[in-house]
């Protein structure tokens, strides 16, 4: 039997209730991206939620950045450490644009993209974006065939 080596990711603190708008300037995100590189993680990741209510960040919830274009920038300032998308929510997205910046992205970091995919829980981020949250597990399954495909 083969050995593998495990593997770990760490995500940005974006994702911490107790973020400041200062973990999102580009220095942070440069600093954190180039330290988690150095310091050996194999991935580092941002989350996805482009419209959280009030309600739920006040609660505790997470920060919010654009996941494809801070992984993008992480990119730009890294060589060789993995940018996870953690998680992606496709259910809240066309699927042709999804599959266009996942290939994108994946492309001009050498292949460096994993996705990590989910079909969201949040009712009033769904609501926010237009999107029925009844059919997510549809949505999601359209979307990975159109992601296949394209």
């Known amino acids: 039997m083969k050995s593998q080596r495990m593997k770990f990711g760490v995500q940005h603190g974006i994702g911490d209730s107790r973020w400041?708008?200062?973990?999102?300037?580009?220095?942070?995100?440069r600093r954190f991206a180039v330290t988690a590189e150095q310091g050996g993680y194999d991935a580092i990741s941002f989350t996805d939620h482009p419209a959280p209510s009030n309600r739920w960040v006040e609660s505790g919830g997470e920060g919010v950045a654009d996941l494809f274009t801070s992984l993008g920038f992480c990119a730009?300032?890294?060589?060789?450490?993995?940018?996870?998308?953690?998680?992606?929510?496709?259910?809240?997205?066309?699927?042709?644009?999804?599959?266009?910046?996942?290939?994108?992205?994946?492309?001009?970091s050498e292949g460096r993209l994993i996705l990590g995919l989910g079909t969201g829980y949040l009712k009033s981020e769904f609501h926010a974006l237009g999107v029925d949250p009844d059919n997510r597990?549809?949505?999601?399954?359209?979307?990975?065939?159109?992601?296949k495909q394209v």
Request: glycine share 0%.
């Open 20 to 29: 400041t708008p200062a973990i999102i300037s580009p220095k942070e995100v």
């Open 76 to 108: 730009a300032v890294t060589s060789k450490i993995k940018l996870l998308t953690y998680v992606l929510m496709p259910t809240y997205r066309n699927p042709f644009v999804t599959a266009h910046q996942a290939a994108t992205l994946d492309h001009l």
């Open 137 to 147: 597990r549809a949505r999601f399954e359209e979307a990975m065939a159109v992601c």
